[in-house]
């Protein structure tokens, strides 16, 4: 398995644009989850999901932010529309039950 | 909700020198899980610990989860450039929130 994998690797767009970010998590597993990594806040929970149902959004920042799993192989998270305060590192992470936590190479968006 | 915090939230040492960050739960947990993160990368998962008092050793690095399952330690010795990075504690749950961590720099 090629591990979990997330699109794009960089993103740059201005501000009041609509972001959509893509994970592809390792088959077999059944949890996912979206953090924002910055400086100020660390790795912050955004959204879990469970066999592709959203269990737990509390850490979704604002009305503006809204993440997908049609499917057991994709979710995306959407940022419409987009803030310079939105820039971070997102990560997307797939486990099995409640062991290791798998990491994607991330997403660095950059909202000018 | 759950807060796993870490301290200190930065370190620097001298090379060889040991290293030592601490989590601590607002809540029991069930396990414990650590990743490190090297400058640029993703988290990448170190270790779970799930017993009360459970220590385990990996090379130069020895995990600690505590008698009350609220808190644990990752303890390097004699630290080498290749530990820089940030280490995370991870309390495997409902939500899988990870710690604040600890940024550590290791000085030639």
């Known amino acids: 398995d090629a591990g979990v994998i997330q699109s794009p690797r960089h993103e740059v767009t201005e501000m009041g644009q609509e972001v959509t970010l893509r994970c592809k998590p390792i088959s077999g597993h059944n949890s996912l989850f979206w953090y924002r990594q910055t400086m100020m806040r660390g790795l912050e929970l955004l959204i879990y999901f469970n066999n592709n149902v959203p269990i737990d959004d509390s850490g979704m920042p604002e009305d503006r932010f809204s993440a997908k799993m049609p499917n057991a192989s994709f979710s995306t998270l959407k940022i419409q529309p987009s803030e310079p305060r939105d820039s971070a590192v997102y990560f997307c992470a797939s486990t099995l039950g409640y062991t290791e936590a798998f990491f994607g190479q991330g997403t660095r968006l950059t909202v000018v | 909700g759950q807060q796993v915090m870490q301290i200190p939230q930065y370190q620097h040492v001298q090379e060889g020198e040991d290293f030592t960050t601490y989590c601590n739960s607002s809540t029991t947990l069930s396990n414990i899980q650590w990743y490190k993160q090297r400058p640029g990368g993703h988290p990448v998962f170190l270790i779970q610990?799930?017993?009360?008092?459970e220590v385990k050793k990996q090379k130069r690095l020895t995990f600690q989860f505590g008698e009350a399952k609220k808190n644990s330690s990752l303890h390097i010795t004699a630290t080498q450039t290749t530990d820089v990075g940030t280490y995370f504690c991870a309390g495997p749950g409902n939500q899988f929130y990870f710690g604040t961590g600890t940024s550590l720099t290791v000085i030639p």
């Open positions: 610990l799930v017993k009360s008092g």
